[in-house]
């Protein structure tokens, strides 16, 4: 098995581009070396904070080879959140690159004064230490860790606020959400003969279930991406032809282009394309369905929580998505929970008894995956976590079968109808290049925000795109670039409402969020 990278890791001053396991190892060893040699000792907290790529995970095995607790931040935080966040957990040392640690927070404070000590990876920074400084060292000895000791933290998406910062232990992230992905289920698992494309944030915990199964199930090749620039991820398709693509919402919307190239056949090969972290619109899922050239191609689309892993899961084929224009518009099916390990129930939000099947409330999951708490905000945790059920915030409907169906978030739900629902109509019918968010209030029809590539909206389009749904207000319209969204390319609701509803209330409550 091949590991291809889109570009050198930060860790590595070799700048190898083609790895195996053996390569893979020795790089993790090396990398405690420096940890070591850096302060970092069994017990510490340690934040890597960094450009996005394979290397984060590599950087966290190496911390936790050498016993300590690695607090992995997206480099794609905006500096006021991950401030908040390193004083939380006060770390021994502060793994970044130049380009973060040059960025000033709205206070002006360095980024350098939230650790112990700071190791900058490309060097260059006065008072910082440089990776290259570091490497050669001896390997110290593993640090062997219990499987209901702190592993590993990381952080929620923030599309709410501040993140917050989840704990993970060896059993709930290797022995639990890993266990179910490691298992062989062919077609919706890796084969031996699959080259296997990854666009992951590889601070996230999904990164590493991921990797147990990519090495327990071993594909012929993994192409690891860091970009989701056509002009790179084309060519590089086009040489090692996927079969299983799995990639963020943002990393699709990005290479949408690309896959509707009639000329172009990056995507022929790809016989399973793999969502996560938020729902595709389904124009896009058509859109990669109808470029492969597979005889029988499928959207996997994953359903869960960070703090809970997967808790369902649905498979949409290329016939169903192209039928879908043509059928009634319905609340997106998440799939079933899965067997033995998660199961899901629908309960009324204010008494929490459950609710007959067909009638909305707040969905429920029991699983033994669910993390051991929030870092330091246990009250937070303790808001979500029903005795052994743990309340996702999202408001559902179960079938007569037992598949899920989700409506809205809790927050933004408005009894009787389904902004999601809403927003998959109205997308499906606007020209390629917009994006809509339906923004409920208390005393009225919900706003839509829309966003076009050039700020300007057709109101024949709109018209035709509304027809037939509940009433709106009228559109506020945004540049697509203005779209405020996370790393992974949710939108900030909560900042929509901020930049253009001053005052407006929420129709939900918002305690789950």
Request: proline share 9%; net charge neutral.
């Amino acid at each position: 098995m091949l590991f291809r990278l889109s570009r050198p890791m930060d860790i590595d001053p070799a700048g190898q581009t083609i790895l195996d396991v053996a390569a893979m190892a020795e790089c993790v060893r090396n990398t405690a070396g420096a940890l070591h040699a850096a302060g970092v000792r069994p017990g510490d907290r340690f934040a890597v904070y960094k450009e996005n790529h394979f290397d984060c995970l590599l950087l966290a095995a190496a911390g936790i080879r050498i016993g300590a607790i690695p607090v992995m931040l997206s480099g794609l935080l905006p500096p006021d959140s991950v401030r908040p966040l390193l004083q939380r957990v006060e770390p021994k040392l502060l793994v970044t690159n130049r380009r973060l640690l040059e960025e000033k927070g709205s206070d002006g404070s360095a980024l350098s004064s939230f650790a112990d000590r700071t190791l900058c990876l490309d060097g260059g920074v006065p008072d910082a230490l440089a990776l290259a400084d570091l490497l050669g060292g001896p390997d110290p000895a593993p640090v062997p860790r219990g499987d209901d000791e702190l592993m590993m933290l990381t952080h929620t998406s923030g599309t709410t606020g501040i993140p917050k910062l989840i704990m993970y232990t060896p059993e709930k992230l290797q022995g639990q959400m890993a266990r179910l992905e490691c298992r062989h289920l062919p077609p919706i698992t890796f084969g031996r003969n699959d080259t296997v494309a990854m666009f992951l944030p590889y601070v996230h915990a999904r990164s590493f279930t991921w990797i147990y199964s990519v090495l327990t199930l071993s594909p012929a090749k993994v192409l690891l991406m860091s970009e989701n620039d056509p002009e790179i991820v084309g060519p590089m398709f086009r040489q090692h032809r996927p079969t299983v693509i799995e990639a963020l919402p943002i990393d699709f919307l990005k290479l949408e282009k690309l896959a509707k190239e009639k000329q172009d056949d990056a995507f022929s090969s790809v016989r399973m394309f793999v969502g996560n972290f938020d729902a595709m619109h389904w124009s896009t899922i058509r859109t990669f369905l109808n470029s492969s050239r597979h005889r029988f191609p499928v959207w996997r689309e994953g359903y869960g929580q960070s703090e809970t892993g997967g808790l369902g899961m649905t498979v949409i084929t290329r016939y169903r998505a192209n039928k879908r224009r043509d059928q009634q518009p319905g609340p997106r099916k998440v799939g079933r929970p899965m067997p033995g390990f998660v199961q899901l129930k629908v309960v009324d939000p204010e008494t929490f008894s459950p609710v007959p099947n067909g009638r909305p409330g707040i969905v429920l999951a029991r699983t033994k995956a669910r993390c051991v708490g929030y870092y330091q905000e246990p009250e937070r945790w303790n808001e979500k976590a029903v005795g052994e059920w743990w309340n996702t915030g999202d408001i559902g409907v179960k079938t007569r079968t037992g598949a899920l169906k989700l409506l809205d978030r809790e927050v933004n739900y408005a009894p009787g109808a389904s902004c999601l629902e809403q927003e998959d109509v109205i997308v499906d019918y606007l020209p390629e290049g917009h994006d809509v968010a339906l923004l409920p209030v208390p005393d009225g029809p919900p706003v839509p925000v829309v966003a076009t590539p050039d700020g300007l909206l057709d109101r024949g389009h709109w018209r035709k795109a509304v027809r037939g749904l509940p009433e709106m207000a009228e559109p506020i319209v945004i540049a697509f670039k203005d779209m405020p969204r996370t790393g992974t390319g949710k939108i900030l609701r909560e900042e929509l409402r901020r930049r253009h509803l001053t005052g407006a209330g929420h129709v939900g409550t918002g305690r789950w969020t």
